[in-house]
């Protein structure tokens, strides 16, 4: 059935078995990607301890990482990346407000806590 | 107006009002709303779980410490298990996109292969958090030991086995001279725990008297966890030293100088907040990945009944879809949080 009313966006919007090569490649190419980083995060996790001088680096680069495997997700994945402007942000930027206020506080909090508790123990 | 498409839309598209805001689906859009507000809800717990681990910093256990078992290999292999489930939730999530792929080319069977592959690495998955939690609340052969100092330390290395226990004295069940060889580990955890094991002998619960025979442990060190008198967190005690001092607390006939496995009151392997986090937070995903499961299943019956090439389109597959790789993104930071730092 020939159908000419669907223009920019469409639930029966279909692609063609080229277009369909194009992204199972691609959707490959970030299973590698994810597996990958996985696997480094696992060989770092295990090697380098906690007590090592590096580990503050070292813990920076796994939260790096895990944004990164998260972005791939949310954006490959999830399809967020092809959605239009207005729907990305309206769902990122209150997520990360809330989020990113939620994390400072409670952890500048634990922090001060746990100064306390030190004190008194010693 | 903002959001508003441009140009004509397909009746089938069109949201009750005729318009449709976002270019996108009703229901595609409803379960954004949903998944950011259960991302707030993940972040709340992880969050939290940052809180108490900041608070209680140094004594806070270590990920390659607490997770180094895998299936039929035993201990020594930190992390390489949940790196395996990791692994497994990250393909079944790959599946679940092409079956959304498959969806878009009206492929029915490419759409029933993948989703079909997809339920089955949900399952997988489950299955493996359910043999996690198994040994988390089984825990080590060593426990975790009270010094006499009152410090707290975890024990590494390698328990030797018990061989058997051959009983001194009789009691209800048992006879002078019987070797008693069956559920070992288990009587004798739990006659340590009630402070009836002294010097080596272990009273059993119908109150005969037995020998513990038991091989030597192998590369025993122990990690402080809490300060004591003596040792500080953070301290480790080598083997030349470790061995006296923790079968000093195994025989002293002192109840609950060890604990072993973990519950909600207690465990082997930190604070006691660190086995609550555990259960919510692992519990609270896996719940989501078992529902994703179910809901994928009611999905593919409506598949291979037709339901949705009847429709004209797989947005079904979509909406789900997008669930289901929100379950997978969630673990990915579970896995960072509470395994790697």
């Known amino acids: ?122 | 107006m903002a959001g508003h498409a441009s140009k004509e839309i397909d009746s089938s598209t069109l949201w009750g009002g005729k318009i449709s805001p976002f270019s996108t689906s009703y229901g595609k859009m409803m379960m954004w709303f949903f998944l950011v507000s259960d991302a707030l809800t993940f972040s709340g717990l992880l969050v939290a779980y940052g809180f108490t681990r900041h608070a209680c910093l140094d004594a806070w256990p270590i990920g390659e410490e607490t997770f180094n078992s895998m299936p039929f290999l035993g201990h020594g292999y930190p992390l390489l298990y949940v790196a395996l489930m990791t692994f497994i939730l990250i393909v079944s999530s790959v599946t679940m996109v092409l079956a959304v792929e498959a969806g878009h080319r009206m492929d029915r069977k490419g759409v029933t292969k993948w989703l079909l592959a997809t339920i089955i690495g949900g399952f997988f998955f489950v299955g493996s958090q359910a043999w996690e939690w198994s040994h988390f609340i089984h825990g080590s052969e060593f426990g975790k030991v009270e010094l006499t100092d009152g410090s707290q330390a975890i024990v590494k290395g390698h328990f030797g086995e018990i061989e058997n226990f051959k009983v001194l004295e009789a009691g209800k069940h048992h006879k002078k001279g019987d070797v008693i060889t069956d559920d070992l580990l288990h009587q004798f955890h739990h006659a340590v725990v009630a402070g009836n094991v002294e010097n080596g002998i272990i009273t059993l619960h119908d109150g005969s008297k037995a020998k513990v025979n038991k091989k030597a442990d192998h590369g025993m060190t122990l990690i402080i966890k809490k300060d004591g008198g003596k040792h500080k967190v953070g301290d480790v005690i080598p083997e030349s030293k470790a061995c006296d001092m923790y079968y000093e607390a195994v025989n002293s006939g002192t109840p609950n100088r060890l604990v072993y496995g973990a519950d909600l009151q207690q465990n082997e392997y930190g604070p006691q907040q660190y086995g609550q986090f555990f259960f919510f937070i692992t519990g609270f995903h896996g719940f989501h990945v078992f529902s994703g499961v179910i809901i994928n299943i009611i999905i593919l019956m409506g598949v291979i009944s037709g339901t949705y090439h009847k429709r004209g389109h797989y947005e079904m597959i979509e909406k789900t879809g997008l669930y289901w790789h929100f379950v997978d993104l969630v673990w990915v930071f579970v896995f960072t949080f509470f395994y790697l730092v």
């Open chain 1, 1 to 122: 059935m020939e159908r000419d009313d669907i223009i920019e966006y469409s639930l029966d919007i279909h692609h063609s078995e080229e277009h369909g090569k194009a992204i199972r490649t691609k959707i490959w190419k970030v299973t590698a990607l994810l597996t990958a980083i996985t696997a480094l995060e696992v060989v770092l996790g295990s090697q380098i301890k906690q007590s090592s001088d590096y580990w503050q680096a070292i813990k920076w680069f796994f939260i790096g990482l895990t944004l990164i495997k998260a972005a791939y997700i949310v954006v490959i994945f999830m399809h967020l990346g092809d959605e239009k402007k207005s729907l990305k942000y309206m769902i990122l930027i209150p997520y990360f407000i809330f989020i990113l206020y939620l994390i400072y506080i409670l952890i500048v909090e634990a922090l001060a806590i746990n100064s306390v508790w030190t004190l008194n123990v010693v």
